[in-house]
């Protein structure tokens, strides 16, 4: 399987994360019916920790006998971006932009394209 960044996923990584922090770490349960694999889950969840959104350690489950990603919060960075992102009018207006540059953008883009939208949103109020 060829994997590739899904912003639409790492916001709903963020949503999921800040909801179910607790101080001792948590892993994060896949089920039959969540969209995406445990792969894609795992993928996104290395990139978030190098793009220093989240807290991460891999551990080893000794039960299982094998490695378990815990995630232990947001990082300031992530919390800022999850609160540019979070309102669901402002998102959608990020994926149209996305849609336009055939779903991918820089990383760095995004943020800033993320913050205006946000700020233009919370301005309006």
């Known amino acids: 399987m060829r994997l590739k960044r899904d912003m639409s996923l790492i916001r709903s990584l963020l949503l999921d994360i800040e909801a179910e922090f607790t101080e001792g770490g948590f892993a994060l349960e896949v089920t039959e019916e ?3 694999s445990e792969e894609e889950m795992n993928y996104h969840l290395q ?6 959104l989240i807290k991460l350690d891999i551990v080893l ?3 299982e006998e094998e490695e378990e ?3 232990y919060g947001l990082t300031w960075e992530g919390h800022e971006l999850l609160d540019s992102i979070r309102e ?3 998102w ?6 996305l849609k336009r540059e055939k779903g991918s953008m820089p990383f760095s883009v995004l943020r800033k394209q993320a913050a205006k939208a946000a700020e233009a949103f919370y301005a309006s109020e």
């Open 34 to 36: 969540d969209e995406y």
């Open 61 to 63: 489950d000794e039960e």
């Open 92 to 97: 959608q207006q990020l994926l149209v932009k």
């Open 47 to 52: 990139l978030m920790k190098e793009a220093k």
């Open 88 to 90: 669901e009018e402002v």
């Open 69 to 71: 990603l815990l995630i």
